[in-house]
């Protein structure tokens, strides 16, 4: 189980979401959500397919535009950012993918100077392989900075991956299903990482999963996500000590170590 991290800021709020509605015709997905997240928190979204969660994420980043309701990230409201501004928010909100999406022609180095590069035209190699050293560290592959991504297994691609996120300095993560399609062992590798990285870098984060127990060892809270906007949130034990028959469900179908 997660021990809550001490260095959560109640009084600082970096995502905030109110009465949050999207449809796709007559597909009505987000029906009226309300999440907020802290400076410093872990916030797991949890839900069957379907119910909006990447939605969710994709207009917190301003790649969707909601119908109604307010997205503020780090005091700013999404859908009235220009262009430029949504490129400058996108710069302090990583996003994490599902697949990790390496560039197979380059090596796990390349891989991580890439969005260096493209993004600070004015670093030198010196401050940009410092940068690619700290975050090598940070999700534990130091070792493995000329290979190429078709030499790493699936675990490793995917920090990797997270770590290509990190090197940008976010100050939210995006998470999108960090565990899905690995054993285990690598799962049980990728939720330290994430708790990891939030304590290393003073993150906040989004964490959408189905795996409980990547929400149990990961989430600060756990917001669970059913018919279009969240009706429960709190501690693991607290969202799952309940008398609603479809979180009882979920529960019940996924194996919990
Ligand atoms: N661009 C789009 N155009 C039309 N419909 C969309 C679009 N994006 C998502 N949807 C629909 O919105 C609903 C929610 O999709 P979403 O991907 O957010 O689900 P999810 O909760 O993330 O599911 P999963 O856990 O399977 O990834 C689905 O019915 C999907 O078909």
Redesign the pocket.
Known sequence: MKTINPDIDPNEVVISIRDLYKS?GN?H?LRGVDVDVHKGENVVVL??????????IKIIVGL?QQDAGTVNVLGQEVDQLSNAELRELRLKVGFSFQSSALYDSMTVGENLAFPLKRNNKRLSKEQIDKMVDIVLDAVGLTQTINQYPSELSGGQRKRIGIGRTLILRPQIMLYD?PTAGLDPITCTEINNLINEVQRRFNTSSII?T?DLTCAKETGDRIAV?QEGKFVSQGSFDEVFRTDNDLIKEFYQYNFIQ
């Open positions: 796709f597909n997905v839900g069957r397919s379907g119910t909006g969660k990447s939605v969710l969707l299903e959408i189905h996500m």
